[in-house]
Nanobody, 124 residues
Framework: VQLQASGGGLAQAGGSLRLSCAASRRTTISNNGMGWFRQAPGKEREFVASIGWRGGRENYSDNVQGRFTVSRDNIKNTVYLQMNSLKPEDTAVYYC?????????????????WGQGTQVTVSS
């Protein structure tokens, strides 16, 4: 499974960005939960959000709850992360990942495939 993440960039604090993660045409992610993680320099990769295989069963870290929204379009084979009210501490490389299961957990070990990451930088 190949995943292509996009939509990262530079935003001001309080601004918004929308990340996309598209699976390659030869594969389908419609039977799997999907997750977003992030990794800041010098820190471990941390869970951000996840969504079940049919949508729903959304799960968010406390750091982004109420500001970020995860969604998916199984026809387009794509998962999204809408990020609002961005903060400088949201600065990181963001990764999408395919869960081993129909529903996605918070642990890195729950995920089988990872995208290459997209940089998000939030200025104060």
């Amino acid at each position: 499974v190949q995943l292509q993440a996009s939509g990262g960039g530079l935003a001001q604090a309080g601004g918004s960005l929308r990340l996309s993660c598209a699976a390659s045409r030869r594969t389908t992610i419609s039977n799997n939960g999907m997750g977003w993680f992030r990794q800041a320099p010098g820190k471990e990769r941390e869970f951000v959000a996840s969504i079940g295989w049919r949508g729903g069963r959304e799960n968010y870290s406390d750091n982004v709850q109420g500001r970020f929204t995860v969604s998916r379009d199984n026809i387009k084979n794509t998962v999204y992360l809408q990020m609002n009210s961005l903060k400088p501490e949201d600065t990181a490389v963001y990764y999408c990942a395919v869960s081993r299961f129909a529903y996605a957990g918070r642990s890195v070990g729950d995920y089988a495939y990872w995208g290459q990451g997209t940089q998000v930088t939030v200025s104060s």
